[in-house]
């Protein structure tokens, strides 16, 4: 059975720090890509990150760029979302996400909600100004 399990969020004051897990289990990930996404009250759900093991490439929106990092352990079957320089904007609920790898970089798609088969419950992530 695949899950998703994120974690990590929390409160935090801006310009401050959180990071992120999401631990997979019931497949590998040479198999699927895991996206990163945020949903703000009264917003839609919205793109932030994605990681791609099996073709060595990262993605990001660009309201995160130069802010957010995402990385993996590929032995812990966990993803990370590393976010530094908090906004109060950045106030959302985190899902993370996966989807079956083509064998190319999903770079025109991964931000894409359809594209991801399996969901993760979210992790709130709060930021006080």
């Known amino acids: 059975e695949v899950q998703l399990q994120a974690s990590g969020g929390g409160l935090v004051q801006a310009g401050g720090s959180l990071r992120l897990s999401c631990v997979a289990s019931?497949?590998?990930?040479?198999?699927?890509?895991i996206g990163w996404f945020r949903q703000a009250p009264g917003k839609e759900r919205e793109e932030v990150s994605c990681?791609?093991?099996?073709?060595?490439?990262?993605f990001y929106a660009d309201s995160v760029k130069g802010r957010f990092t995402i990385s993996s352990d590929n032995a812990k079957n966990t993803v990370y979302l590393q976010m530094k320089s908090l906004k109060p904007e950045d106030t959302a609920v985190y899902f993370c996400a996966a989807m079956a790898v083509t064998g190319v970089p999903p770079k025109t798609y991964w931000m894409f909600r359809a594209v991801y088969e399996y969901w993760g419950q979210g992790t709130l992530v709060t930021v006080s100004s």
């Open positions: 019931g497949f590998s990930f040479e198999d699927f890509d």
């Open positions: 990681i791609s093991s099996s073709t060595d490439s990262t």
